[in-house]
């Protein structure tokens, strides 16, 4: 076989087990939008027979040799080129997956399919005794997940490296050592300082008012709802069914102006970065983002570094005080962007400030690398949980529905993928200083409502290449160093400096 | 291999591809619900993947032997136990789509997906020009896949015996041929009658309490919604994902009663046709309806024997009237059951009255037979539709969108099915005339709210079974004879002689 024709082969290979990898997606995004409570056990067996599938098909034998006949090939090419890059990245999940039998990845579909119905009831009852047992296979199921790839440096690697290629939990444990104690200090000189007021984000807000305001913010970031829609679910999320397909999820609550907001945010930040994949990666392993830290960069950058700015808010302010005026009329601007980013220990991860956020990551991965090297036991995980909640955060959580029953991730299985949020936020911040060195009025763009130059830098430097490069490797080649905790420190010190005049 | 174990092995083949083809209904579902429009180009690539994979599964040559292998041990069985009937209807199955290649279904997967979008906009814009090229492709398409069945009686017997196993066109054109004149007979002596009036069912209608009326029926119907939902779609439609997850769909007109009241009713009736299936057929061929006309006798059963009677407004009107009262104060009881019963021709097939409904089946068939036979062109349909339906009704249609373009089913390659349409107002009413004698007093039950004896009788003669029998089978097996008109006329004249005064 040409070589040529080996990698349309290769191609055609790639697009079939993406379709499938879609389909199975969509699967997800149903369950968690629109399904129906009795429909779990038929979408665990729709989602295990899938992901059985194409994992048989990526793991195939004739993969392997076409990646194979195709290294001497691609040697010769520029090794930044898509189809270099596209063998290279492929031969390395090969490499990988190949190591993981399908009937691991069917009884995993079928685990957490159930164990997400299980979450949900258990964190509307707050009952965590009803997620115990799903909660116990997930991480016996981690564990044995790690031992195909043993020997390994740390049992926890294989579970980060699906996550953040590349990265090991040594890197992720001295990139938090650095910052945590900087962190720390910064939130005790802050609660030294007299506290601002935020009780105005607490009244009542017309929900149909707050997703309608979200929607007319995200349309001028630039989300395309030709490509994509919103809808509502427990947790929110982003998801794509292709380069036409990108969609976000977000959650309402009548009393609360914060979730809806920011999350719908955060959310059009990772949805951008998917629609802005270049459309020759679609249906192939190139297409979307690089890493899920690199994601959570995307996302936290349009949240926060964007959403919670002063020059946001003196465009956006006047508009949200038309939608709420007898919420927001007595409340100046300044006020709201103080009250917007108030810094208080509170229970819910995706509700906390950009100080505290980084520890509520940090307590969790000790927890994750507790319960997969066997220290601690599932059953005992809500009182470790507060425990280790008010070491850090010095406060406990009143129930587990706020506290160890928060997040869906762990119903999923996503186990390893906690650090990537804490990562994300130190990556958004390299990158901040960046694009304001090289858009140099962007503040005054912003305060004018103007995203585009923002979005089309993001485009040209992280977006359109997708999963061309490992995370540490795109952040080298746009700013010359690794992972590094100082811009985000600098970030914070100089925002909360002025809000709280340290 | 034992016979035990070449079964479990085949159930255990069977049961993945019903997954499959239950997540490629879900991307279907999802593509006339919620995607967004710049999806469909994914989406069609990713259905014609999985029905690609699925007939790959089907056909392949493990089943065959399985089958061949299974023969001499089930024909010991009982010929009507589960796994006789599994393997009998398999073999079918099997012996027909092995003629099918895959080339061909993925193909015809990935034309009706972008069909289905041009017939969006064509029939949005009126527009057949944007549709046509499209129906071109459907019907080539079809006409190849007859071929693969070559030597047929009839060229569009293949494209029938999809929805109605065993059922030939002849069959069909001679029980079309025996109603005809009786149904043009009783319109004929109708509209020599005075009409009644509807125009109470053309006020403004509030779009949220027709919905909520909808649900309030059915769910007094038994509609299980911890095992089902509701969403609206241009053309209403009812999809099951499994035992657990029945879905139906409905539109809502602002100034029109009818389609979201009628519509969600019919739509139960199928629903509840694959909610009643025995527990034990799920994830095989077996689980779901016998055939089409056998699913339509459902749904045509539950919207008019039960929807359009008299003791079931009875029941409903009151409860109707305090929904709308500014509408319906005013109209009597006897007014409204009058005019929900109006005959009158009109252009919309899923809007028409029980009297002239068959005529708008009868007329797609003939063009249908036409297109296929290759006697009519694509681009000459709309005017023979206008030609055929002034033939039929005495009117011509305003537009496309209420001519040719009105229904989904031929963007979505469904040639062959509408007369299953018809057939369903048959065995409808032959069940109808059995239920009656079996429950003697089945009027003064609906006419308290009360459905449970008439869904227990269905569920036991009917929907438990499946698809463990063919259409005539199943017909024979209940009545003792096969499709028959004569049940039809005599509700029809019974029914209309009441309301018209003939």
Same mark, same amino acid.
């Given at each position: 076989?040409?070589?040529?024709?080996?990698?349309?082969?290769?191609?055609?290979?790639?697009?079939?087990?993406?379709?499938?990898?879609?389909?199975?997606?969509?699967?997800?995004?149903?369950?968690?939008?629109?399904?129906?409570?009795?429909?779990?056990?038929? !979408?665990? =067996? #729709? &989602?295990?027979?899938?992901? *059985? @599938?194409?994992?048989?098909?990526? $793991?195939?034998?004739?993969?392997?040799? /076409?990646?194979?006949?195709?290294?001497?090939?691609?040697?010769?090419?520029?090794?930044?080129?898509?189809?270099?890059?596209?063998?290279?990245?492929?031969?390395?999940?090969?490499?990988?997956?190949?190591?993981?039998?399908?009937?691991?990845?069917?009884?995993?579909?079928?685990?957490?399919?159930?164990?997400?119905?299980?979450?949900?009831?258990?964190?509307?009852?707050?009952?965590?005794?009803?997620?115990?047992?799903?909660?116990?296979?997930?991480?016996?199921?981690?564990?044995?997940?790690?031992?195909?790839?043993?020997?390994?440096?740390?049992?926890?690697?294989?579970?980060?490296?699906?996550?953040?290629?590349?990265?090991?939990?040594?890197?992720?444990?001295?990139?938090?050592?650095?910052? !945590?104690? =900087? #962190? &720390?200090?910064?939130?005790? *000189? @802050?609660?030294?300082?007299?506290? $601002?007021?935020?009780?105005?984000?607490? /009244?009542?807000?017309?929900?149909?008012?707050?997703?309608?305001?979200?929607?007319?913010?995200?349309?001028?970031?630039?989300?395309?709802?030709?490509?994509?829609?919103?809808?509502?679910?427990?947790?929110?999320?982003?998801?794509?069914?292709?380069?036409?397909?990108?969609?976000?999820?977000?959650?309402?609550?009548?009393?609360?102006?914060?979730?809806?907001?920011?999350?719908?945010?955060?959310?059009?930040?990772?949805?951008?970065?998917?629609?802005?994949?270049?459309?020759?990666?679609?249906?192939?392993?190139?297409?979307?983002?690089?890493?899920?830290?690199?994601?959570?960069?995307?996302?936290?950058?349009?949240?926060?570094?964007?959403?919670?700015?002063?020059?946001?808010?003196?465009?956006?302010?006047?508009?949200?005080?038309?939608?709420?005026?007898?919420?927001?009329?007595?409340?100046?601007?300044?006020?709201?962007?103080?009250?917007?980013?108030?810094?208080?220990?509170?229970?819910?991860?995706?509700?906390?400030?950009?100080?505290?956020?980084?520890?509520?990551?940090?307590?969790?991965?000790?927890?994750?690398?507790?319960?997969?090297?066997?220290?601690?036991?599932?059953?005992?995980?809500?009182?470790?949980?507060?425990?280790?909640?008010?070491?850090?955060?010095?406060?406990?959580?009143?129930?587990?529905?706020?506290?160890?029953?928060?997040?869906?991730?762990?119903?999923?299985?996503?186990?390893?993928?906690?650090?990537?949020?804490?990562?994300?936020?130190?990556?958004?911040?390299?990158?901040?200083?960046?694009?304001?060195?090289?858009?140099?009025?962007?503040?005054?763009?912003?305060?004018?409502?103007?995203?585009?130059?923002?979005?089309?830098?993001?485009?040209?430097?992280?977006?359109?290449?997708?999963?061309?490069?490992?995370?540490?490797?795109?952040?080298?080649?746009?700013?010359?160093?690794?992972?590094?905790?100082?811009?985000?420190?600098?970030?914070?010190?100089?925002?909360?400096?002025?809000?709280?005049?340290?």
């Amino acid at each position: 076989m040409q070589p040529e024709q080996g990698l349309q082969e290769l191609k055609a290979r790639l697009a079939e087990i993406s379709d499938i990898n879609r389909a199975a997606d969509l699967l997800g995004w149903d369950q968690q939008t629109y399904m129906p409570p009795s429909g779990a056990e038929n !979408r665990g =067996q #729709q &989602l295990a027979t899938l992901q *059985q @599938i194409a994992h048989d098909k990526t $793991v195939s034998g004739e993969i392997g040799r /076409l990646l194979e006949d195709l290294q001497p090939y691609v040697s010769q090419l520029d090794p930044d080129s898509f189809d270099a890059r596209l063998v290279r990245i492929t031969k390395r999940k090969y490499d990988k997956d190949v190591k993981v039998p399908g009937s691991w990845v069917a009884e995993f579909a079928m685990v957490t399919t159930i164990a997400y119905e299980a979450w949900g009831k258990a964190r509307a009852t707050n009952d965590f005794s009803i997620f115990q047992p799903h909660l116990e296979k997930i991480f016996d199921l981690s564990h044995r997940y790690a031992e195909f790839f043993a020997p390994y440096d740390h049992v926890y690697d294989p579970a980060v490296d699906n996550f953040e290629p590349g990265l090991k939990t040594a890197d992720i444990k001295t990139i938090f050592s650095a910052i !945590r104690p =900087q #962190q &720390l200090e910064l939130i005790r *000189q @802050i609660s030294k300082r007299p506290q $601002v007021d935020n009780l105005f984000l607490h /009244l009542n807000y017309d929900m149909q008012k707050q997703w309608d305001f979200g929607v007319e913010i995200i349309t001028k970031f630039g989300y395309d709802w030709q490509r994509g829609r919103q809808d509502k679910t427990l947790h929110p999320f982003t998801t794509s069914f292709g380069w036409g397909d990108v969609r976000i999820t977000t959650r309402v609550y009548p009393n609360f102006l914060a979730p809806a907001l920011f999350g719908t945010l955060h959310e059009a930040g990772h949805a951008l970065y998917n629609l802005g994949s270049d459309r020759t990666l679609d249906r192939t392993p190139l297409f979307g983002g690089a890493s899920s830290s690199i994601h959570e960069s995307q996302s936290r950058m349009w949240e926060n570094m964007v959403g919670r700015s002063l020059p946001f808010w003196q465009h956006f302010y006047p508009r949200l005080q038309e939608y709420f005026p007898s919420q927001l009329a007595n409340v100046s601007l300044n006020a709201f962007y103080k009250g917007i980013n108030r810094i208080q220990p509170s229970f819910i991860r995706v509700e906390a400030d950009e100080a505290t956020y980084n520890l509520h990551i940090m307590l969790r991965m000790e927890l994750e690398i507790a319960l997969i090297e066997g220290i601690l036991a599932v059953k005992d995980l809500p009182d470790a949980w507060n425990t280790s909640f008010h070491e850090y955060l010095g406060v406990t959580p009143p129930d587990n529905a706020r506290g160890v029953l928060q997040d869906v991730h762990w119903s999923g299985g996503l186990i390893g993928y906690f650090p990537s949020y804490a990562l994300g936020n130190l990556i958004a911040a390299q990158l901040w200083e960046l694009i304001n060195k090289d858009i140099p009025d962007l503040p005054e763009q912003i305060r004018c409502g103007e995203f585009s130059s923002l979005l089309s830098w993001l485009r040209e430097k992280v977006h359109r290449h997708g999963r061309m490069f490992e995370p540490q490797e795109l952040i080298q080649r746009m700013t010359g160093s690794k992972i590094d905790p100082a811009p985000y420190m600098r970030y914070l010190t100089k925002k909360y400096s002025d809000i709280y005049g340290l």
